[in-house]
Nanobody, 114 residues
């Protein structure tokens, strides 16, 4: 099994920046891809950004040009650098690991308000 520990959430004003981290431990050898999802109140969980083992990344249209996903494979850590944050980015952000048995982090809150 894989354990995920997220950090880096918080409150920020519109236009601000945050960097999320997700450290994976345990049986990480079979990780196929890692991703960030988010869930705003009363909304469905949505994919924010994806990083595959081959180095490909994919971002949701709503965050293109503002968010960057990256990985430190040596440390099994996933990052999400967020710039130009908007109130619409307010959500709980979850780290996701694609495995034969997928794993989710506990979530970290991001709040963007004036």
């Amino acid at each position: 099994q894989v354990q995920l520990v997220e950090s880096g959430g918080g409150s920020v004003k519109p236009g601000g920046s945050l960097r999320l981290s997700c450290a994976a431990s345990g049986r990480t050898d079979n990780i196929l891809a890692m991703a960030w999802y988010r869930q705003a109140p009363w909304k469905q969980r949505e994919l924010v950004a994806l990083s595959t083992n081959s180095g490909m990344t994919n971002d949701a249209d709503s965050v293109k040009g503002r968010f960057t996903i990256s990985r430190d494979n040596a440390k099994n850590t996933l990052f999400l650098q967020m710039h130009s944050l908007k109130p619409a980015d307010t959500a709980v952000y979850y780290c996701y690991v694609h495995l034969p048995t997928p794993a989710w982090g506990q979530g970290t809150q991001v709040a963007v308000y004036s």
